[in-house]
């Protein structure tokens, strides 16, 4: 199954000259989303993981999915002021100004082995960050899963040492 | 399994009074949520389901689970401007002022069954408003699935020819 041909490319979304890759159309075809799951799986078959942690709100589709295949608890990462119970928060550069993530600070113990999920890698800073607040919280990323790699943003190289593993990339095209 | 015991309480989130219920706890145990979508999932043995539609972001976590396990597509419900194709838009009232949510126009067919996931029904506005985008596209709700209800708000009444099913009841406490 061609994955590359499920993912839709909006032009000028959210704004010009960006090419918007769409994961709409995949999440709607339930055979190539069993696929997806079952690619992201293989790569930990030889490999504890106690959590996947799934990066608002795209990552929480395929994280939840993951997490599930691969009978892993599932933690969320997100925007900041959404998480109810004490947390750990890591800030990060946007082109303009800064964004932040959260984790519950309970959520991951010392020593778990983790693996972090999003639907896409561009620049790789909310990736990173998430890294952060794993290894804040003691644990171990054994492995960074997401559909869509962007080769020519270059985000992929910053978390090499972290196991990347995309299923589909997108040059600029 | 008492899933109950699973969903922690956190007084006074997101502000004084609340008594927030938190579901992370549920999600990081993998044998409840096996529980949980199964329970979900069970509902719908007698019932073809073309479509499952989770509301963001609690939604697409159980919303992805249970249309995996129906063999379903997913669909994401979003709040306004998260979409990058055409779509339609149900405009809902909060306690000051109103809010917003969309579905992609090509993301349901006409005469589709599409079953709606959320993690909690309080009120109800988001779901009601999500009924709403469903059946502008001309398909079927032929259910409404959710982990917690809060009968004490009412969002269930307003919903009952839709066959809410949920999974907890917390009332006032």
């Known amino acids: 199954m ?8 909006i032009p000028d979304f959210p704004k010009k000259g960006i090419m918007f890759r769409d994961i709409t159309t995949l999440l709607a075809d339930p055979e190539a989303m069993e696929h997806t799951v079952s690619l992201m799986s293989e790569r930990y078959d030889a490999q504890k993981v106690d959590k996947v942690a799934g990066i608002e709100s795209r990552g929480f589709i395929f994280g939840a999915l993951l997490a599930q295949r691969l009978n892993a608890g599932f933690i969320p990462i997100r925007k900041e002021g959404k998480l109810p119970f004490e947390t750990v928060k ?21 020593g778990d082995n983790v693996v972090i999920v999003d639907d896409l890698v561009a620049t790789g800073g909310t990736i990173l960050a998430s890294i952060n607040l794993i290894q804040k919280l003691g644990a171990n990323v054994v492995g960074v899963s997401y559909v869509i ?25």
Do not use: Q, S, W
């Open 2 to 9: 061609n994955l590359k041909e499920k993912i839709r490319t």
């Open 149 to 173: 790699d962007l080769p020519d943003v270059g985000g992929r190289e910053k978390i090499r040492e972290f196991n990347p593993h995309y299923l589909v990339e997108f040059e600029g095209e």
């Open 90 to 110: 890591e800030e990060y550069d946007l082109e303009y100004g800064t964004d932040c993530v959260e984790i519950h600070r309970d959520a991951i113990d010392a």
